[in-house]
């Protein structure tokens, strides 16, 4: 079992930004990707971005190329997502979560964290 724990969330006016944390409860397999999904009210849970296990491969969402990024920590054990130029339409609650590379499934979830774009 692994336990995903995300920070960082908040309240921020368009165009701030924000830096998200997920911690892992134990160091997790180098065959695991790990990826960042949002939540909007009355919307489906999106995948917003994914790292592999060799912390170079990354996928992004069309909608937030080039204002977020994604990377990975190994030594602690954690991702982070930092989010840029924040619009209105990126409040939602995050979510970190991990799978083994085999699998399409997402195992492991954490709690989520709220963020909040002001206009």
């Known amino acids: 079992q692994v336990q995903l724990v995300e920070s960082g969330g908040g309240l921020v006016q368009a165009g701030g930004s924000l830096r998200l944390s997920c911690v892992a409860s134990?160091?997790?397999?180098?065959?695991?990707?790990m990826a960042w999904f949002r939540q909007a009210p009355s919307e489906e849970r999106e995948l917003v971005a994914a790292?592999?296990?060799?912390?170079?491969?990354?996928h992004y969402a069309d909608s937030v190329k080039g204002r977020f990024t994604i990377s990975r920590d190994p030594r602690k054990n954690s991702i982070y997502l930092q989010m840029n130029s924040l619009r209105p339409e990126d409040t939602a609650v995050y979510y970190c979560a991990a799978r083994i590379s085999a699998s399409p499934d997402y195992t492991y979830w954490g709690q989520g964290t709220q963020v909040t774009v002001s206009s």
């Open positions: 134990r160091r997790t397999p180098s065959s695991y990707v």
């Open positions: 790292i592999l296990a060799d912390g170079r491969n990354t």
